[in-house]
Every structure is written in C-alpha cells, then in structure tokens.
C-alpha cells in the first residue's frame, strides 16, 4: 500500500486547545456544525473522543479544518494523535512556580500542548535553533493564546544548565529533528532511499543518533530536572532504543541517577512498546512506546521518558 493509501486511512486528528476553549464547547460547535458524536467512525459526519489523549477528537480521514472559524482562530490543533504522546508523558505541572523546557519546539504542537496541560502557568522556555522555523513558532504560541511560553532563537545545546534562570527547571521535553522515517506521507520515498543507498542511510541515521544523544545528556545537566522525554517520528531503531540505551549508560545518567519511568508512568494502556532486544535491559523495552505507521492509525512515533530516582536522605535520629 502506498504512503498515500495509508494516509487517507488515518482519522483527521483534532487537539481541543484548552488554553483557549473547553472540550464540551468543542463539542456542541461541532454538534451545531452537523457532526454526531459517536463511538466510531463509521458514518461521515461523526466524531469520536480519543481514548488515550484527553482533549483529541478524531475525525473521518478526509475532513477539512482548514477553512474552519474554530481552527484559524486557535482554538483547535491540527495535530497526528502519536504526536500528542509526549506532552502527555512528560505531564508538566500546572504551577505558578513551574519551570519546564521544550528544547526542540517548532513549529509548536507540542508546546502549545504543553502549555495547555500547565493550565498556562509558570514559565515554558521554548527553543528553536532556526531562524525562520522560529518565525512559525512565535505566531502558533501566540495564536493558541499561551502567555506562559517564552519562545527563544537559540541552539539548547549552548545554553548554560547551570544559569541561574534554569534553576528550577524540572520538566524537559526533547523532540528533536530526526530522520522522519515514521511520518507515512514519506514512507515510499524512503524505501526507495534505503534500497538506492544503505550505506548513505546508516551514516546518516548514525549521525542523527549521536546528536539525539548529545541533547539528552545536555538536558540532563540541569540540576532540578526530574524528567525527561524524548521522542522522534522515526521508526529506526538507531534514533529510538539505541540512543535510549546509550543515555542510560552515560555519565550524564550516572551522575543524576536517571533511569527509565516504569510502563505504568508512561502511557501504561497503549499496546506497542519498545524493542527489547536492543536494550541492555530487556525488560526496560515496556517503559518505551512505540507506533507503527499502518497499523496503529497513526505516523510511526517513539516515545521515551527519563526520571531522576529519588535519593532518600537518611533522618538523622
Ligand atoms: N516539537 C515540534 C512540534 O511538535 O511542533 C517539532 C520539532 S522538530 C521534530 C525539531 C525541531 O528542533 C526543528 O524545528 C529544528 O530546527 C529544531 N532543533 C534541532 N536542533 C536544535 C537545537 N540544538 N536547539 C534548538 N532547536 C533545535
């Protein structure tokens, strides 16, 4: 099946922004629109709630929001349902005093989610290296109203962990450019890559791997962080479980005793977990989500989640 075929099988998947709307009033705009909320998506004009994302509405694949009052005023986000995992994942506070960083943001799905589950509170320090794609950034957050986000042009790599304004950063979100390899639309064009030229490919993913490595152990620097997620739209193994596994052996992880949230913390009702023959070890595969493109009527997705382990600090009496 082509990457096109599988694409238009996939539901039209709709984040309610609930920064700015409520998922009931999503609801009864999409009710006075003609749309029937049901529990499948059998019939043309229904709508279904997401089971694992709470605010996604799922659509029949070949709905158009583009031209939607509701979607170009904000207030909804056109957003792939494997897409919204990390966020969920990485579950920020919701606090005055919150600090969370989103290292890789734009064009800002997932800081706009983020800024939604922190109820816009605290601070959200957006980064994004590139000049025009931050351009992008800047007018998402600012049309999805997320007045906690502060978007800044910098490369997270040169940032200090130890500035005093990152001290209380205890959520880091890390999603960085990766091969694409899972996102279905570019699923034949590269097949036709790797067949053409393997080597080229392998060299490729490997230097993408060593750079996903680099910005864990780089967030990982941050004294107060206590999580971590990081995720790709790949579905090579080199981007997912290797770069996981390599984290974990690091200094980096060592020195902040990070270890890997248990299944149970990290979107413990999604079937598809990580491969555990490349683990260390094996049994650490089912704290890591894996969707496949096809069959999981989502892009192809990996999802990860780093905890700093509690140190219990003997009582002195
Ligand atoms: N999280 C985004 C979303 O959901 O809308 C998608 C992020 S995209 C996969 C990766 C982004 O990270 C790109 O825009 C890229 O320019 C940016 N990026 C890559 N390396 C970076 C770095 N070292 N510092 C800041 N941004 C970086």
Excluded at 303 to 311: A, D, I, T
Aim: include cysteine; glycine fraction near 4%.
């Amino acid at each position: 099946q082509s990457g096109d075929a599988r694409a238009a099988q996939i539901p039209r998947y709709v984040r309610v922004n609930t920064t700015m709307w409520t998922l009931p009033d999503a609801v009864k705009y999409f009710t006075s629109q003609g749309f029937t909320l049901g529990t499948s998506l059998d019939a043309s004009k229904t709508f279904v709630k997401d089971e694992h994302i709470p605010d996604l509405l799922l659509f029949p694949p070949q709905t158009t929001f583009h031209e939607d009052a509701a979607y170009k005023s904000g207030k909804l986000i056109l957003q792939d349902k494997a897409s919204c995992f990390p966020a969920v994942v990485l579950a920020p506070p919701a606090r005055k005093d919150a600090v969370v960083i989103d290292a890789t943001a734009a064009p800002g799905n997932k800081t706009t989610h983020l800024s939604a589950l922190m109820r816009n509170m605290g601070k959200l320090y957006a980064f994004e290296r590139d000049r025009k794609r931050f351009g992008t950034l800047t007018m998402m957050v600012s049309r999805a109203g997320c007045t906690n986000v502060e978007p800044v042009n910098s490369d997270f790599l040169t940032t200090d962990p130890l500035d005093d304004k990152f001290a209380k950063v205890t959520h880091i979100l890390l999603d960085p450019s990766c091969s694409g390899s899972g996102i279905i639309n570019r699923l034949d064009h590269l097949l036709e890559t790797e067949e053409d030229n393997q080597e080229a490919q392998e060299d490729r993913l490997n230097k993408l791997a060593s750079f996903q490595l680099m910005m864990i152990r780089h967030a990982m620097k941050f004294p107060k962080a206590s999580r971590i997620v990081y995720s790709t739209c790949s579905v090579h193994a080199t981007e997912n479980e290797r770069v996981v596994r390599a984290a974990l052996l690091s200094d980096e992880a060592s020195a902040g005793l990070f270890r890997l949230a248990p299944r149970e913390d990290v979107l413990p009702k999604w079937h598809r977990r990580g491969m555990p023959e490349e683990m260390t070890i094996p049994e650490d595969a089912t704290s890591l989500v894996r969707c496949s493109p096809g069959e999981d009527a989502t892009n192809g997705f990996f999802v990860s989640c780093f905890v700093r382990q509690e140190v219990e600090v003997p009582s002195s009496n």
